[in-house]
């Protein structure tokens, strides 16, 4: 098994080694490209159409019914006048990571599962950057989802470390944070800022993460990388294996969230679960199937947890 001291020099080394990358030369230029609304609609479409497997896959999922509107999309051209750069910033994303998973797949299939809860942090990003009446709230989507990128490049990369992760969380009764801190001397979003680095991202698709420490409403311009990091830190425990401590996490993302952005309570809530429905979409458009979304319920069964994963439930029941 690798030692905590040697997982940092070994991901990097496979980071610049790997032959598939987690992220592919064309989705990258995008992400740049599409951050500002300056750059010229032709040199997006050039950047695209050089990759024709990536031009085939941005159409299909182009002209699905998640992204579509019913328009029918038939060039990259009018795949970018007609979506917009922030939403197709999104597309080339999904097509990326679900290309991943659909490539390394069955041997890792634990991928679908890491695709699926990306899916849901980025949908309760935007719904929540959109509910608190942000700026930019078209790039919560992307920096939602990148948060993901180093849960992928550690599955991708060194498996064997992914599943040394999951295997200690379940031994020792702790949460996915706890272990993976235990086995690589590494939290997620560490790993995350160095895949990030690796690759180029642009700093503001990678969120800081916000200074630990309950505060009642959220400076302004703590905001956004507190939206990003909580979709994301609620993903994690609804997708968690039911440890012994994941409803005392559970309690305080809601409510720090409620108060820092002065929320309803209730009507974010049903927000979450209306969005959860709409991540359940996404994965169809990419053939992602619904059981990778499943949660799993903790006693007791009248918990704050188990009542949203009802809410949930029902909103999963619907998209069948």
């Known amino acids: 098994m690798i030692p905590p001291s040697k997982f940092r020099f070994l991901l990097e080394e496979k980071l610049a080694t790997e032959k598939i990358p987690v992220l592919r030369t064309t989705s990258l230029l995008l992400i740049g490209l599409l951050s500002s609304l300056l750059t010229p609609v032709k040199m997006v479409a050039d950047t695209i159409l050089r990759d024709q497997g990536f031009t085939v896959q941005i159409l299909k999922l182009a002209n699905s019914p998640y992204f579509s509107r019913g328009a029918r999309i038939s060039s990259i051209s009018k795949a970018i006048i007609n979506i917009g750069y922030g939403a197709l910033r999104d597309i080339a994303l999904t097509v990326e990571y679900a290309d991943l998973v659909q490539k390394r797949l069955p041997a890792r299939v634990q991928l679908r599962r890491i695709l699926a809860k990306a899916f849901v942090a980025a949908r309760w990003a935007s719904i929540v950057g959109?509910?608190?009446?942000?700026?930019?709230?078209?790039?919560?989507?992307?920096s939602a989802l990148l948060e993901s990128v180093g849960d992928l490049a550690v599955a991708t990369y060194l498996p064997e470390v992914y599943q040394k992760i999951e295997g200690t969380a379940r031994s020792q009764g702790w949460s996915y944070h706890q272990a993976h801190?235990?086995?690589?001397?590494?939290?997620?979003?560490?790993?995350?800022?160095?895949?990030?680095?690796h690759y180029d991202l642009p700093?503001?698709?990678?969120?800081?993460?916000?200074?630990?420490?309950?505060?009642?409403?959220?400076?302004e311009k703590e905001q956004t990388k507190r939206i990003v990091h909580f979709a994301n830190d609620l993903a994690y425990n609804l997708f968690s294996w039911p440890y012994p401590g994941i409803l005392e996490d559970f309690a305080p993302l809601l409510s720090e969230t409620t108060e820092g952005l002065e929320l309803s309570a209730e009507a974010l809530l049903i927000s979450l679960a209306v969005e959860?429905?709409?991540?359940?979409?996404?994965?169809?458009?990419?053939?992602?199937?619904?059981?990778?979304?499943?949660?799993?319920?903790?006693?007791?069964?009248?918990?704050?947890?188990?009542?949203?994963?009802?809410?949930?439930e029902n909103a999963q029941r619907a998209q069948v």
Do not use: I
């Not at 959109?130 to 992307?142: H, I, N, R, V």
């Open 130 to 142: 959109q509910e608190s009446k942000l700026p930019g709230t078209e790039a919560f989507f992307t």
């Open 181 to 197: 801190a235990a086995v690589t001397d590494m939290s997620p979003h560490q790993v995350t800022v160095l895949v990030g680095g």
């Open 203 to 219: 700093e503001h698709l990678v969120q800081a993460e916000p200074v630990a420490g309950a505060m009642s409403k959220w400076p």
């Open 276 to 312: 959860y429905q709409q991540a359940l979409r996404l994965g169809a458009a990419v053939d992602l199937d619904s059981k990778y979304y499943t949660f799993q319920r903790t006693m007791p069964e009248d918990s704050d947890r188990n009542n949203f994963l009802g809410l949930c």
